[in-house]
């Protein structure tokens, strides 16, 4: 059984009064980890019971009161671990997981999974503030795809061009298909698993046509032609700007519909919008955001392009995107900025808070750097220290080059 990086901090905030939510697109495994964490308490003679919130009967009657729920409770003087999937599936969840927070937190634990309908609506900001904290399962990194497509003795390689910066592999070229692999397919759990391409663009296939259908119904979108559209549009233009008038006029609508559609795809974690960053530098021009999909499979498939990287006219915004993905795994993307002047100067990525603050430049091979086209840049942020994360060649380097 593989555990995604995310369940050993769900392990350690089991024990914390704060109910556990966990937040994602669909099909990244959020209900997986449920299920492993109930192992692990029945492991451990924790006292936990599974409730999944597609069975219509249970939410019918926990809609009736919250306080229905302690009918299903063990007899037991021990804090009870309750995991409920699709909590969203409650007419007022919100309200349910409040009231259970405020009488019964001694005698519960609350281990929640729901959709983007249920985190967009206002309630669950205000009335559960102080009473949870918020996990975000993005679909599979790097390491976690090779786990999940059973190449271990690659995770294991992986891991040690990754720790030790003078070490020699014999497997690059193994890591490096798999890595094309990663980029073309991405990282959902079911198309990592799957060995088979044409599966795996099947199955990207049926979670752009059928999951990504259900988070526009619950969000309760009327014109579903305009938001795929729009959606097709922002996968054609990762790493560029997002131009609410063009998009709107291209599309037909009105800006204030764009607006709300990027609203909804950021809260459904399908697109991820950064800001450009400012230091009282004049020039620097444009409050526009640049769009990234965080996952590279699904890129591809709403473009319906899943050509090797050698054929692809767009292996440059793909490399870039990578490039996000890479940095949104140990940044919020509210952390991570791009640098861009009316001239034409640019940085696609500036990361001012992280540990190690930097900038980066995403290039597809090293003979694209040019060292004077960043000159603005050094000269006005000397304590960001540029990097370059390069496609070509793969080699051990590449594998470290992400801090």
Wanted: hydrophobic residues 40%; proline residues 4%; neutral net charge.
């Amino acid at each position: 059984m593989v555990f995604r990086k995310l369940y050993n901090s769900l392990l350690a905030h089991l024990v914390k009064k704060e109910f556990s939510i966990i937040t994602g697109a669909r099909q990244t495994g959020k209900s997986t980890l449920l299920r492993q964490l109930e192992m692990h308490c029945k492991d451990q003679r924790i006292p936990a019971i599974f409730m999944n919130l597609e069975n219509k009967l249970l939410v019918e009657d926990l809609n009736q009161s919250p306080l229905n729920l302690l009918r299903y409770l063990p007899e037991t003087e021990q804090r009870i671990v309750v995991l409920i999937d699709e909590v969203q599936y409650l007419e007022d969840p919100s309200n349910f997981l409040k009231l259970l927070y405020d009488e019964y937190a001694v005698k519960i634990k609350i281990v929640a999974t729901g959709s983007s309908a249920f985190y967009i609506d206002p309630r669950f900001r205000d009335s559960l503030a102080g009473r949870k904290r918020l996990f975000h399962l993005s679909t599979c990194s790097f390491d976690e795809y090779l786990a999940i497509a059973g190449e271990d003795r690659l995770l294991d390689e992986y891991h040690t061009i990754r720790n030790n910066p003078d070490y020699r592999s014999l497997k690059t070229d193994l890591l490096r298909i798999e890595w094309e692999k990663y980029m073309i397919y991405g990282g959902y759990p079911a198309v990592a698993a799957e060995p088979d391409v044409n599966e795996k663009a099947a199955l990207l296939k049926e979670i752009r046509d059928s999951f990504i259908k259900r988070d526009v119904m619950e969000s309760g979108i009327q014109n579903d032609v305009a938001f795929y559209k729009l959606f097709r549009l922002l996968a054609a233009q990762t790493g560029n700007l997002v131009n609410v008038n063009e998009l709107a006029s291209t599309l037909q609508i009105k800006n204030e519909t764009v607006h709300s559609y990027l609203n909804i795809m950021q809260k459904c974690y399908h697109i991820a919008l950064i800001r450009p960053y400012f230091r009282n530098l004049r020039k620097e021009l444009t409050k526009m955001q640049k769009v990234f999909l965080p996952d590279s499979g699904l890129r591809n498939c709403l473009l319906n392009n899943f050509q090797n990287l050698t054929e692809r006219a767009d292996r440059g915004e793909l490399w870039e995107n990578s490039v996000f993905r890479l940095l949104a795994e140990k940044n919020d993307v509210d952390e991570i900025f791009y640098w861009r002047t009316s001239a034409g100067n640019e940085v696609d990525f500036v990361l001012p808070s992280a540990k190690k603050p930097l900038a980066m430049e995403a290039k597809l091979n090293s003979s694209l750097i040019s060292p004077s086209k960043y000159k603005l840049f050094k000269a006005a942020y000397p304590d960001l220290p540029l990097q370059f994360a390069v496609l070509n060649p793969v080699d051990e380097n590449f594998f470290r080059q992400i801090p």
